[in-house]
């Protein structure tokens, strides 16, 4: 049963991904370096999807969460400039959250594996794996809001001359 609810929420979650990338990818209004970022943005998903997947599999070390800092951070940066670009575009004050939350995850991560490095193996590699799962965990359950927010944007950009 829960495998079931699992593969159904990655369905939906993949065609969610999907449809942003699709409409990011139509806009051209846009330029190229803001439409790669998007699509960066949403294929990076897989980032956080695969540290999820891999805790069903083993426990986080500080290792594995040092060799997923540079991705976690990539993830983050591109959504990063994703949100600046919606909100310059758009003023929502939901895609300024957005930009802080992955500020704010980014500065954090990187905290969480120094601290784990310079003090406490067992702090820094709890407290990466909590952070990246809650977060990734908020993210998906706001997503398809998210995703109707940002669709209903992206088609008043493109019927507005």
Excluded at 30 to 46: D, E, G
Excluded at 50 to 67: A, K
Excluded at 94 to 109: A, D, P, Q, S, W
Aim: glycine share 6%.
């Amino acid at each position: 049963m829960a495998y079931g609810l699992a593969g159904l929420a990655l369905l939906g979650l993949v065609l969610l991904l999907t449809r942003v990338f699709v409409l990011a990818s139509a806009n051209q209004r846009w330029s190229r370096s803001v439409r790669y970022w998007m699509q960066a943005h949403v294929v990076l998903h897989l980032v956080p999807l695969s540290y999820l997947l891999l805790q069903f599999f083993t426990e986080p070390t500080l290792q594995l969460n040092m060799f997923y800092l540079l991705p976690v951070l990539s993830f983050f940066y591109s959504g990063r400039q994703t949100w600046r670009v919606f909100f310059e575009q758009f003023g929502s004050k939901m895609y300024r959250i957005f930009f802080l939350g992955n500020t704010g995850m980014m500065v954090g991560h990187v905290l969480l594996i120094s601290l784990g490095l310079l003090m406490d193996v067992k702090f820094g590699t709890a407290f990466f794996c909590r952070a990246l799962l809650t977060y990734f965990a908020i993210h998906l359950l706001i997503l398809g809001f998210a995703v109707v927010k940002i669709e209903d944007d992206l088609r008043s950009v493109s019927t507005n001359p």
